[in-house]
């Protein structure tokens, strides 16, 4: 059974930084990616950052280019969301997710974790 689960959201400052972890169980990064997505209220959920089963970043938000950093722990089977210089239109719940090889468009992920919230305010 397939499971993946995020957590490290919570709480913080304008110009703040968080690491959100998403550990994946019953699936190997060696041949899935890892999808970072986020959904604010009243809107759609779009795709943040993900890595491919071979290490390739691809950014869907122009937003945080230079500011949001993906990376993996494939010994530990865990994905990491560093987020930096954190704004209040960062807020939202983040959900990691995983599918098989690449990275794509959000409907084609099979794995979704519950989510975990990101708030940032003063």
């Known amino acids: 059974q397939v499971h993946v689960v995020e957590s490290g959201g919570g709480l913080v400052q304008p110009g703040g930084s968080l690491r959100l972890s998403c550990v994946a169980s019953?699936?190997?990064?060696?041949?899935?990616?890892i999808g970072w997505f986020r959904q604010a209220p009243g809107k759609e959920r779009e795709g943040v950052i993900c890595?491919?089963?071979?290490?390739?970043?691809?950014t869907y938000a122009n937003s945080v280019k230079g500011r949001f950093i993906i990376s993996r722990d494939t010994a530990k089977n865990t994905v990491y969301l560093q987020m930096n210089s954190l704004q209040p239109e960062d807020t939202a719940i983040y959900y990691c997710?995983?599918?098989?090889?690449?990275?794509?468009?959000?409907?084609?992920?099979?794995?979704w974790g519950q989510g975990t919230q990101v708030t940032v305010s003063s």
């Open positions: 997710a995983a599918r098989q090889y690449q990275c794509s468009r959000t409907a084609a992920y099979d794995y």
């Open positions: 019953g699936i190997s990064l060696d041949y899935y990616a």
């Open positions: 890595i491919s089963y071979g290490g390739g970043r691809t």
